[in-house]
């Protein structure tokens, strides 16, 4: 009985300190909405270049996590199968993009892609300026999302029992079907969050991307934009709408994850 009432108050106990957690993420995101100016909304809702830096915003993540994922699933795989020297080192390189700051990110992308550098001259000597392209963006949201798919990735292929691709193998799988057809499958799950953790991270990106291209604008940079140019009162509705997208657009994936796997 006594441990019955123990376990009843350290619950409650949990449902209090969850309860304020939730609070603290709610509260802020329920105000901006309930404070905005419907006026200064529908003028948001309508105005084209909004609407052009959501579309942007949201096909440069896109497109920079599909292009990435061709790299960092592969590295993914090779950290939780094998061990190698210095690999520590390499996981504590994976994590630097999290704990850097961003705006030193952006200079450091900078640095990769400006004129002075081997790729930027290169892109020059064929007409092409990476700086404030959307290469760029794209460079930039990587940068600081892509170690959200490969630890994700890295701890669901960890899960996967060795002994089944050992298993594909004895019976004639080359290591390239044992992957497709074992391996990624079976860590499917994480694989998958992990992508949509690196489209969330890439999309809500800021600090890397107002260093490398300011224009043009993603979502991000035309919230700061807005509320140094005009206040919080126009800032606010592009954040709501945008606040607004992705989260039915998660919503929507989370769905489709949960029946699928």
Same mark, same amino acid.
């Given at each position: @009985? ?16 969850? *309860?304020?957690?939730?609070? $603290?993420?709610?509260? &802020?995101?329920?105000?901006? #909405? ?27 993540? =896109? ?28 996981? =504590? ?7 850097? &700051? ?15 550098? =081997? ?8 007409g ?5 392209? &959307? ?12 170690? $959200? ?6 701890? *669901? ?8 691709e ?12 044992? $992957?497709?057809?074992?391996s990624l ?11 949509l953790? @690196? ?17 043009? @604008? ?8 807005? $509320? ?13 709408i ?7 657009? #998660? ?11």
């Amino acid at each position: @009985m006594q441990a019955r009432d123990n376990f009843n108050i350290t619950h409650s106990l949990f449902l209090l300190l969850g *309860g304020v957690a939730l609070l $603290f993420i709610f509260a &802020p995101l329920a105000g901006m #909405f309930i404070s905005v100016n419907a006026p200064h909304l529908f003028e948001a809702a309508t105005d084209k270049v909004v609407g052009n830096s959501i579309l942007r915003t949201l096909l440069i993540s =896109a497109a920079a996590t599909i292009v990435s994922a061709l790299f960092a699933i592969p590295l993914a795989y090779i950290l939780a199968r094998k061990k190698f020297p210095f690999k520590g080192v390499v996981e =504590a390189v994976v994590d630097l993009p999290i704990v850097i &700051p961003h705006s030193a990110a952006g200079i450091a992308i900078l640095g990769l892609i400006s004129r002075d550098s =081997a790729l930027g001259a290169a892109a020059s000597a064929v007409g092409l300026n990476l700086v404030g392209s &959307p290469f760029a963006i794209g460079l930039a949201m990587s940068f600081v999302s892509i170690p $959200f798919l490969i630890n994700s990735a890295r701890d *669901g292929f960890a899960a996967v029992p060795v002994r089944l691709e050992q298993a594909a193998e004895t019976l004639g799988a080359s290591r390239f079907q044992t $992957f497709t057809k074992i391996s990624l499958p079976l860590a499917g799950r994480s694989v998958v969050s992990g992508l949509l953790l @690196m489209f969330a991270r890439g999309m809500s990106e800021f600090g890397a991307i107002v260093i490398v291209a300011y224009h043009p @604008m993603t979502t991000p940079v035309l919230i700061f934009d807005r $509320f140094n140019s005009f206040g919080l009162a126009y800032a606010r509705p592009v954040a709501v709408i945008f606040v607004a997208v992705t989260l039915i657009l #998660f919503i929507g994936l989370r769905i489709y994850q949960k029946r699928k796997w």
